[in-house]
Structure formats: C-alpha cells, structure tokens
C-alpha cells in the first residue's frame, strides 16, 4: 500500500514558504504535478519549479494574492493552461502579522487573517470544486493550526481567522460529500522547518515539556498528512480537522 497520486494536479497556496515548499516536494514524489502559488517570492518559485520538474513531474509558477477574486481567477487559467484541470487544493498561504493583545492589535490584523483563511478558502471553492464535483473527485485540504483550540493570550487574530475558517470546511464538506469531493484540515503545531535548522533552533524544551511525545514535529510530517488526505486512502475521511502535534490538543468528542 502506498500514496499514489499519479495522474493528479495539485495546487498549493503559500508553496514558496516554509511548510510549502515540503508539501510541494511531497506531493510531486506521490506522483502529482504541482502548481506552485507564490504572493512574492518568485526566486523561491521558480527553484522549486525547477526542483519538482527535476523529479519527472510537471511544474508550474503562479502568482498572485489569493484574498482577490480577480487573482484566483487568473491563477485557475493559468493552472488549467500549463497543468489542466485542478485535482487537489491546499490552502496553505497566510498574511504574517506580529501579535498582541486583543486589546493592543491592530484592527487591521483582524481583517487580515479573515481575508486569508477564511476568503481564501471561499475563493478557492468557488474556483475548482465545480470541476471535482463535475468529475466526482476532488480534495480540498487546509492548513489550520493548534492555535484555533488553544486560545492563549496574543493569538486573538489568527485564532478567529482560523477557528471561521474550520466552519467553512465543515459546511463544505457537508455540501460537496455526495460528489465524492473530501473537505479536511490539517492543524500542525508548532513545526520545525528549515529555518529552523539554518538557525539551530529546532530544540525548544520549554514547548516540547507539555506536548505528549516530548518533541517538536517537523514539516515532513505535516506534508505527509497532507499527502495521505490528498489520495486514495483518505477517500472516505471529510470534514476532518487533524491535528499533527504530538497531541499537544486534542479534540474530544
């Protein structure tokens, strides 16, 4: 038994960062092709494109800010020109913000982290799950975080954000499941990623004391949660919030 994705295209939002990018590299080595969205980066883009077309798989670059509806417009053409028709969606870019107090945010920041979980998963379902419930296969995947069931002080902004867009997936899920189109998140904790290892700071014994396997997890494991959720294998698991944090929370029933 293997992830087996030959033959699929995968479009993830946020590739060039520092989650994305594994995922990326995860999905392709499942046999997928990749359309890469970046907002700025486009060095990062087009390295990872070359990466993945190294690998034997089609690539793709795509810019754009997916909290526009012109913008998801034109990365849905541009995909289906070089890639075709889109299989799987990972909602994985978010606007970075500095946290505070709710009572010290900024209104702004608010605003920003709806536009970006929550619109952006809008956006995104209006553009490709017509065509995965025309064809009767579909995943939509986002990425969410342990902070939506945390609540801890200074996460107000990304916890709203995130916690609208879990009841955005699980609607979804609900409207879409007799299509045979799967709707779940991801929720990582506090991940190692390679900036991370650039500046040895993988090791935070104060985080890791109060999570159940005593240790950080890493994006590989994130990617393949993602991977497993995007194939055959996940076929009937929808409207799953997952955490991968070591049990750090862990939803009950």
Known sequence: ??????????????????????????????????AIHYHA???KAAELQNEIRGMGRRAIAVQGDVTKEDDIRNIKTAVQEGLGRVDIVVANAVIQYNWTTVLEQPLEDYV????????????????????????????????NTECAMQNFPTQSAYTAGKRGMDGVYRVLAREV????VTVNQVAPGWTISDRDRESGTEINEGYSAAVPL?????????????????SDLAGF?????????????????
Do not use: H, Y
């Open 214 to 230: 005593k240790r950080r997890g890493t994006d590989q494991e994130i990617a393949n949660a993602v991977a497993f959720l995007a």
């Open 1 to 34: 038994m293997k992830i087996d994705l030959t033959g699929k295209t995968a479009l993830i939002t946020g590739a060039t960062g520092d989650l994305g990018r594994v995922m990326a590299r995860t999905l392709a080595a499942c046999g997928a092709d990749i």
């Open 177 to 180: 499941g007799e299509s045979q």
């Open 41 to 43: 980066n486009e060095r």
């Open 112 to 143: 920003g982290q709806f536009e970006s979980c929550v619109l952006q998963s809008v956006l995104l379902a209006k553009a490709f799950v017509p065509d995965m419930k025309q064809q009767r296969w579909g995943r939509f995947i986002g990425i």
């Open 237 to 253: 698991i929808t409207g799953a919030f997952i955490p991968v944090n070591g049990g750090n929370i862990m939803p009950a029933i």
